[in-house]
T-cell receptor, first 113, second 118 residues
Framework: NAGVTQTPKFRILKIGQSMTLQCTQD?????MYWYRQDPGMGLKLIYY???????DKGEVPNGYNVSRSTTEDFPLRLELAAPSQTSVYFC????????????FGDGTRLSIL | AQKITQTQPGMFVQEKEAVTLDCTYD???????LFWYKQPSSGEMIFLIY??????QNATEGRYSLNFQKARKSANLVISASQLGDSAMYFC???????????????FGQGTILTVHP
């Protein structure tokens, strides 16, 4: 049971480049989330989705876009990468919005140079 | 708006002793859930324990227990019989259970680094 899988694990981008962080889950969870974690800090919500075709902004959405065409996949798109987007990105999923915990992927460490 | 405060940037504990990690929260919701996650140096986020605002008893999961004091808006994590493998960053997080537009979003604190000494 793979859980939440993120690719790539590491990436270095140049300023102005674009890329897509991939996230897939095999638990048939409706709820999926993207967070970023800056050094020594907690996680901040970028975007979330409550089901295929439904997405909404979190706390720090600027510079990012998402799509949710299937239950399994929730890719995060960075357009025109900036140094401020250097961070560790976590994808998570949960079965519901109650007491069910969020299950996290292993993270993608992204550096913008 | 919800806010989680973890006032201890770092904590040290001797192996086999108990340690308490502090978490206070602020919310106007009556129904909410509190979570604790562990993040080892390898980086993954591991769910430890959950407490609902209407749960009458404090949550326990093995060596982890949650000291929930609703009136004081605190949800401290207690780790008993600390082990070297407990050395990690620990995050307290909150989720509104009030429905509406919350959609299960978690608000995280800044974390506490726990170091267990042999």
């Amino acid at each position: 049971n793979a859980g939440v899988t993120q690719t790539p694990k590491f990436r270095i981008l140049k300023i102005g480049q674009s890329m897509t962080l991939q996230c897939t889950q095999d638990m048939n969870h409706n709820y999926m989330y993207w967070y970023r974690q800056d050094p020594g800090m907690g996680l901040k919500l970028i975007y979330y989705s409550v089901g295929a075709g439904i997405t909404d902004k979190g706390e720090v959405p600027n510079g990012y876009n998402v799509s949710r065409s299937t239950t399994e996949d929730f890719p995060l798109r960075l357009e025109l990468a900036a140094p401020s987007q250097t961070s560790v990105y976590f994808c998570a999923s949960s079965a519901g919005d109650g007491n069910q915990p969020q299950h996290f992927g292993d993270g993608t460490r992204l550096s913008i140079l | 708006a919800q806010k989680i405060t973890q006032t201890q940037p770092g904590m040290f504990v001797q192996e086999k002793e108990a340690v308490t990690l502090d978490c206070t929260y602020d919310t106007s919701d009556q129904s909410y859930g509190l979570f604790w996650y562990k993040q080892p140096s390898s980086g993954e986020m591991i769910f430890l324990i959950y407490q609902g605002s209407y749960d009458e008893q404090n949550a326990t999961e093995g060596r982890y227990s949650l000291n929930f004091q609703k009136a004081r808006k605190s949800a401290n994590l207690v780790i008993s019989a600390s082990q070297l493998g407990d050395s990690a960053m620990y995050f307290c997080a909150m989720r509104s259970l009030a429905g509406g537009t919350s959609y299960g979003k978690l608000t995280f604190g800044q974390g506490t680094i726990l170091t267990v000494h042999p």
